[in-house]
Each structure stands twice: as C-alpha cells, then as structure tokens.
C-alpha cells in the first residue's frame, strides 16, 4: 500500500493535489496503526481501499483526502482541531459530514425507509459526504464476511434499503449493482442461491448468442459505413434479476435483459442511425424500443434500448449511446463533478433531473409522462440550473447548500425514528406529527437530552423527547409556534372546544 497507488488512479493531479493525498495517506496510516478490521487486517487497508475507490470515481484531492482520514475523528479520537489545522477547514467539514452519517442506523421499518434516505442526504450537506460514505459502504460490504454474524444482516439490509437505491438516485448505477449484489446473499440467502442458479443455467445459451449477434451487428454496422463504435455487453445484477423475475413468476424466458448488448458510438446522430441499422437487421419487438436520449429516465439515464429477435428463437435488448452517456450511466452525479474541487462540470449538458429526483423522490415516482418533466420545478431548481450555467463554483456550492438541502429538517424520535418537518419547525409541530394525543398534552420537550423551551427551532439530526401530562393542553400560544397545518389544525380544534366549554 503506497500513496502512488491512489495518486495513479487520479484524473492529472497537480502536484499540490500529490502532496495532499500523500499527506492525509501518512496521517491516517499513522492515526489507525494500532487498529485492526474484524479480519485481523491492519485497519488501514479499508481507508487505503476507500481513497482507491474515490479515485475510480474521478473524484478529486480535496475528496480522496477526507476519504483517508474518514475515520479518524471517531475510531482513533483525533481531534477536529487536528484536522483543521493540518489540513483546513474544507477537509474538516467531509469527514465531519461522514462521520455524523455513520451514526445513523436503519433498523428494519419499512415505513421509514424514504424518510432515511432523505435524512442521509440532508445530513450530508455536500454530495461529496455522500459519495465518500458510499465508497465506505463498498468496501465495507466487500469485507462483510469478517464481520460477526449478528450484524451481517443489519448491515446488509440498510445498505439494500438506504445505500444502494441512494447511489441509483444519484444515477451510480454501478457502485448500485455492486452494493446490491454483494448485499443480496446475506439478506435473502435463498433467493440468492435460486437466482443463481437460473441464471446459471441460462446463461450458456446467452452467452453464445451474444458473441453471435454482436459478431452480424458489427458487419451490417461496417458495411453501412459507421465504423466509429466500441461494444461492450453487460449481465444484469442478481439482484436487480431477482427483483424483475418477482415481477415474471419467476419466469426467466419473460426477462429479455438479462444480459445486453452495449453499442457506444461518438455522438447522438451516431445512436439514431445505429439504430436504424439493427432495426433493419433485426425484427424489433413491439413496445420495447425506449428513447431515453429524448426522454431521460428521471436519475438522468441517457440511453435508446431496443429489443430484437435473434433469428434463432432469441431475445436480445441492444443499449445504444455515445460515451459520455455511458460514463453519466455508470457513474452518474460522479462524472459530473471536477477531478479538482467537487464543483460540476461547466461542460456537460447538466441533467439536472437527477438532483430533483434526489430530494423529491416521490413527486417524480408519480410523474410518468416525462413531457411534463420540467412543469412542476420549484423556484430553486431553477436556480440551480442558473447558478450552473453562470459558471461561478463558489456560487453553485452555496446554492446547493442552501437550497437543495436546506427545506426540510429531520429529526429523530429517542427510538430512532425519522421525522420529517419543514425548516423552523418546532417541538409542538413534532409531538403532532408524531400523534394528536402527544400533540394535544405536551408538557415539556428534550433536544439531544436537554430541556428547552418550546419555542426551539429544531434542527437536523436533533433527537426529540415529548414530555406529556394528562392536564397539559394547547394554548393560543402555540399557534404562533406551530408551522405545520397538522398542528395548526389540531391546536385550533382543542381551543375551539375549551372556549365553547368556558
Ligand atoms: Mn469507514
């Protein structure tokens, strides 16, 4: 394990940008050197495996960094002044970020499974905290077998539930198929080996078609003269399988993707005439061709699939795209951050989608006609868009600060449940979020175990604790303190009835 290592892996790193990386490396070698991984391995391996992954991604020295010394303010008690003073206060704020993420835990409720999602994204304030905990996941699921057995299945089970399907919102459709496929075996062992095993045997059969279809595509391709063209093919994840084939009756001669072939071409005019010129090779099947170039998928997937019969009693689906929409496809939000400081990319065309699907997932869940896709955008993503094209980094950081994360609170109930709230709210709009009774008999209210007054503004990450009494009751007051209609609503109602009593 070198410094050399990550640094080979950068994207042209100034020598500035060496020297940070091989800085943080030594500190965190230094920091952890009397910490071992469950595997008995010096605990290092994992930050080292972790920049590594960074690296991959495209991310930049400032990124990598934090990536190193992810660990240090919690596991070997290095102080944050430390870190400010040895590497500043940018550096500071990542690792702090990954840090307060890693103490949040899933534990299994279904119904709670959106609102963590969104409390990882607002608790992590800079995308940058969120790729960096993601690459943490990665290797930590690639290690989970050291792991003791009872915690095998919660790990794997939050990084089914929360990680993976992040890292598909950001569009990181690979660190996605990779998280949910090394998560699968320990959270559904059966089904698991039941996948395998289908695609196990399928997959001779594909295999030999494949090589096939593509070995006729290149020729009908060469000899209407696009010669410009790479190909690749990919398997689907199990996972991923084993979720359409729930979806088939477990029918696998139902799934036409289990593995596809991929044409890359340089640009888009290339996709469409590709298109044309399988389309004229090969019968398309009916309703499966899908433009995803003219209408992203809303994680911003760019793409055109179509599926073709072989001419031997096959199926093929057949991805056509140029390559930065590849590289969008795997990497996602990653390829569009600068290998320098994290800011996007002023070049790319910027799917802004993708951001909005992050934080209103479920508006976009239900917008199905993606003409409208641009009717509902609240007044900030607009901004965003603004702030992107005005090419001022600073300026779009602070945006996204402020905006993209900055409308919500999410707080937690002493059980670790996740309520979500609108900014400024406080503990009565809480209680009533939690339930009316509690609402309608606050008598006193904790924050992270300390008494306050009801008129606290709380904040992300707070843990909140409703102290009732059976005599205590809303008073006008509390009107004036309650954000949300759902308590307005209640309060109102109680003071109705207690004036019509008096
Ligand atoms: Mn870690």
């Known amino acids: 394990m070198t410094a050399k290592e990550i640094i080979q892996k950068m994207d042209s790193p100034s020598k500035e940008d060496q020297e940070l990386v091989t800085k943080a490396f030594n500190f965190a070698k230094e920091a952890h050197k009397d910490h071992q991984r469950y595997s008995g391995e010096p605990y290092f391996i994992h930050l080292f495996e972790t920049a590594k992954n960074l690296a991959d991604l495209g991310m930049g020295a400032t990124t990598i960094a934090a990536g190193l010394l992810h660990d240090v303010l919690e596991d070997v008690g290095i102080k944050d002044e430390t870190i400010e003073k040895e590497f500043g206060p940018e550096i500071l704020f990542l690792i702090q970020g990954v840090t307060k993420l890693g103490k949040l835990k899933y534990r299994g409720a279904k119904r709670h499974t959106e ?6 994204v607002a608790m992590s304030q800079d995308i940058r905290v969120l790729i960096i905990k993601l690459t943490d996941r990665l290797h930590n699921m690639q290690t989970l077998g050291h792991v003791p057995l009872h915690k095998q299945k919660r790990i794997a089970l939050e990084t089914l539930e929360i990680y993976a399907p992040l890292a598909y919102r950001l569009g990181m459709r690979r660190l996605n198929r990779e998280l949910e496929d090394l998560a699968f075996p320990f959270v559904y ?5 039941k996948t395998k095993e289908i695609l196990k045997r399928k997959s001779k059969e594909t295999n030999d078609r494949l090589e096939k279809t593509l070995n006729s595509i290149k020729k009908a391709l060469a000899k209407e003269g696009v010669t410009k063209f790479k190909t ?15 979806r088939k009756d477990m029918d696998i001669e139902k799934v036409y993707d289990v593995s596809a072939i991929r044409i890359i071409v340089p640009t888009v005019a290339d996709c469409y005439k590709v298109l044309g010129v399988i389309h004229s090779a090969y019968r398309p099947l009916p309703g499966r061709i899908k433009d995803y170039i003219a209408f992203p998928k809303p994680n911003g997937y760019r793409s055109i699939h179509t599926t073709v019969f072989t001419g031997d009693g096959g199926i093929l689906e057949i991805q056509i795209r140029t390559e930065e929409m590849h590289r969008e496809a795997e990497y996602g939000i990653a390829s569009h951050l600068s290998y320098k400081e994290g800011y996007i990319r002023k070049e790319t065309n910027p799917n802004i989608l993708w951001i909005m699907n992050l934080l209103r997932p479920q508006v976009l869940g239900a917008r199905k006609n993606l003409n409208q896709k641009f009717v509902d955008v609240p007044q900030w993503i607009k901004h965003l868009a ?10 779009y950081i602070e945006t996204l600060k402020s905006d993209f994360f900055g409308h919500r609170v999410f707080v ?16 009565i709009d809480f209680a009533y979020a939690i339930h009316s009774d509690i609402g309608n008999h606050i008598a006193g209210v904790k924050v992270n175990g300390k008494l306050v007054s009801l008129d606290t503004k709380l904040k992300n990450g707070d843990i909140v604790e409703i102290i009732t009494k059976e005599k205590s009751k809303p008073t006008t007051k509390w009107l004036d303190l309650a954000k949300t209609t759902e308590a307005r609503r209640h309060i109102r109602s109680v003071l109705h009835i207690a004036e019509a009593k008096g």
Do not use: C, Q
């Open 189 to 193: 062992p059966n089904e698991y080996k």
């Open 412 to 427: 937690f109930t002493p059980k670790g449940d996740v309520v979500d709230l609108p900014i400024d709210s406080s503990p």
């Open 232 to 246: 690749d093919f990919r398997v689907k994840g199990l996972y991923s399988l084993h979720k359409k084939l729930v």
């Open 386 to 395: 603004e702030a992107e094209l005005s090419k001022e980094p600073d300026e």
């Open 115 to 120: 609102s963590l999602r969104k409390l990882f």
